[in-house]
């Protein structure tokens, strides 16, 4: 196995230790740049559907009165289009979700660097910035188009410069945009997780009879593997594993034995004999770990 | 063969009702605020919340299941978030953001608005200055589409008559909202631009001085300069300190990241944004006031005392309520 987190599959070069007031570690994960970036572009695409509608429907309403006392429509329409320009990130983050649209679906919400609460100033310094990194940039590229006076050298350099607001999340290690960096909050992996069954039925292990040396053979990071495994059912791993452990511990299948049988029977009593030992002192960390 | 189940999975057995109960309050809360809470569920929360918290500590330490672990990790930074992010109502907010945070906050960045005075100041003088020395100046600080006919070339009646139109009450409105979300946009954007170490948010605020400046040199030229600044002071004292104050907030962003002192650049430049962030929210609050008062009031005040007597008192009530000492230790300066 690589340095990956054998079962979220999360890099651990992501994980935070954020430490309650009771003491205890809730090992957050931040989220990745792919993940940032696919969380902005659903709020923009929702946006611009919005904006779309909205204005169709302001336009529709002009119509109707035909052009006649249409101030109010008007009015509706600038403010209609400031709020969800500038209103749509901040509301939604200060709503006990403390994500958009966008970061919901990916499961990502936005919290402040320090542990404590975050607070409305954090959330309007994050996202005014939006304008130098998102915008500005925006706005040059695409002046590149229209504008001929433009000098092609000055134009490199500002779509340069204000790139490096666009990129700035790249550089550093807790994958800060400008915005977060002033006002002191991450995005943080924040997703609804299921409580998964539990694959230690004893049941399982009713007609296999492991040894101890038999379960010697591996420590917990194998068992996790094994358990991601089992969660994935999928028939041709399930068969190549059972393969291998039967190689590795000695055993020989009878005629009817399932491979997905065997191994959450060893699952099973892996966990069991891994746990006991834990118990009094002794986690063994991986097959290698012989103390 | 029976076999004894796990202690592990027995100890999953017995708190699990407790989990899924805390999962189903974070749920609600989440969907639909708070309110979705009986009191007594109100209460109940943080006990689940620290017996959930307790439950990952016993199973980090004595259960190898990697996707009960998981479980509780998500489970108990969901509750951290809800119990530890809570915060006070919105009435509360509201009452102790105008009454405390935001003269704070403005008190806090004197330094940094006195700069941003002064760029401006500066601005409107230079634009002045060389608009009058040679009014071809005026096309290159303000450019014609902008001016609305309000250029060298215009005859004093014609000037006479826009700083007088009633505008016969029609749109009105429309032309308040449209400045008021103009203005904001950009006050946001002058803001932002500070995290750039400041220089692009002096630049924009001088620029916005001069063209302001070429405009009064316009006026002055024709004997207007009093009755110019009647009709601009009327709202333009509350949106000049407004764009002031966001300079000044891009200014203390910039500096904090370009100087941050003792502590550390991350630390400090988070500090900053906060003030910073605070005093935005005002600017925009204070631009749409201003924005009312152009659209409406300078179009249907159209004598010369009052619109003076309205700049200076919004003059004055601004200063006061930003720089005036307070009880419970409003002249404290954070910084």
Not at chain 1, 42 to 48: F, L, P, R, S
Request: with cysteine; aromatic share 10%.
């Amino acid at each position: 196995m690589s340095a990956r987190d054998p079962v979220s599959g999360a890099d651990p070069a992501l994980r935070r230790s954020l430490v309650t007031p009771e003491g205890v570690d809730l090992n957050l994960r931040i989220a990745d740049v792919g993940q940032r970036i696919g969380a902005f572009a659903i709020d923009v695409i929702i946006q611009n559907v919005i904006l779309t509608l909205f204005v169709i429907a302001c336009g529709l309403v002009i119509a109707a009165l035909k052009f006649k006392n249409v101030d109010h429509v008007a009015v509706i329409m600038f403010l209609g289009a400031f709020l969800l320009r500038n209103a749509w990130f901040i509301g939604f983050e200060l709503s006990p979700r403390g994500a958009t649209p966008g970061k919901r679906i990916l499961g990502l919400r936005v919290a402040s660097r320090d542990g404590g609460r975050l607070t409305a100033e954090a959330v309007i310094t994050r996202n005014a910035l939006r304008e130098v990194e998102f915008f500005l940039p925006i706005s040059f590229i695409f002046a590149a188009g229209g504008a001929k006076g433009f000098e092609s050298g000055l134009y490199l350099m500002l779509v340069l410069w204000t790139g490096i607001f666009l990129l700035f999340p790249l550089f550093n290690r807790d994958r800060l945009r400008a915005g977060d960096l002033m006002a002191g909050t991450w995005v943080v992996q924040a997703p609804r997780r299921r409580l998964l069954p539990d694959l230690s039925d004893a049941d399982a292990r009713s007609g296999f009879a492991f040894t101890d040396a038999h379960l010697d053979a591996y420590g917990v990071k194998e068992l996790h593997v094994l358990e991601q495994v089992l969660r994935n059912g999928d028939r041709k791993t399930l068969a190549a594993v059972a393969d291998r452990i039967r190689r590795k511990i000695g055993w020989t299948a009878d005629a009817y034995e399932r491979d997905d049988n065997f191994l959450a029977a060893y699952y099973a009593a892996l966990r069991s004999r891994l746990e006991q030992r834990m118990l009094l002192g002794h986690r063994r960390k991986d097959k290698f770990d012989r103390a | 063969m029976a076999q004894p189940q796990l202690k592990s999975h027995q100890f999953r057995t017995e708190r699990e009702w407790d989990w899924r109960r805390l999962e189903t309050l974070l749920g609600r809360v989440e969907s639909r605020g708070p309110k979705a809470l009986s009191d007594d569920e109100l209460l109940e929360a943080p006990v689940l919340y620290r017996a959930a918290l307790s439950s990952l500590s016993v199973a980090r330490a004595t259960s190898l299941d990697q996707g009960l672990i998981d479980y509780l990790e998500g489970l108990c930074a969901r509750g951290y978030f809800l119990i530890y992010g809570a915060r006070p109502r919105i009435a509360e907010r509201f009452v102790s953001f105008f009454a405390k945070t935001w003269p704070r906050a403005v008190l806090g960045l004197w330094k940094e608005t006195l700069v941003s005075a002064a760029i401006l100041a500066l601005g409107i003088l230079v634009g002045f200055l060389l608009v009058r020395g040679n009014p071809e100046w005026f096309y290159a600080i303000v450019g014609g589409d902008m001016s609305g006919g309000r250029d060298p070339t215009a005859s004093a009646q014609a000037l006479r008559q826009t700083l007088y139109d009633k505008g016969e009450g029609n749109g009105l409105s429309v032309f308040a909202a449209f400045l008021f979300t103009n203005n904001a946009q950009v006050s946001l954007f002058a803001f932002a631009l500070g995290f750039a170490f400041g220089i692009p948010t002096a630049m924009l605020i001088a620029m916005n001085g001069a063209s302001l400046g070429a405009m009064m040199a316009v006026f002055a030229a024709k004997g207007l300069a009093f009755e110019f600044t009647g009709w601009l002071a009327i709202h333009g004292v509350t949106e000049l300190f407004a764009i002031v104050l966001a300079g000044a907030a891009g200014f203390k962003i910039g500096l904090a990241v370009a100087f941050p002192g003792e502590k550390g650049r991350l630390d400090a430049a988070a500090e900053a944004g906060r003030v910073a962030g605070a005093v935005m929210a005002g600017v925009v609050l204070m631009l749409m006031f201003a924005g009312l008062l152009e659209g409406f009031g300078r179009q249907l005040i159209t004598s010369d005392v009052t619109r003076y007597s309205i700049a200076l008192a919004t003059g004055i009530i601004w200063l006061c309520y930003f720089y005036l000492p307070r009880k419970e230790g409003g002249l404290h300066v954070r910084s």
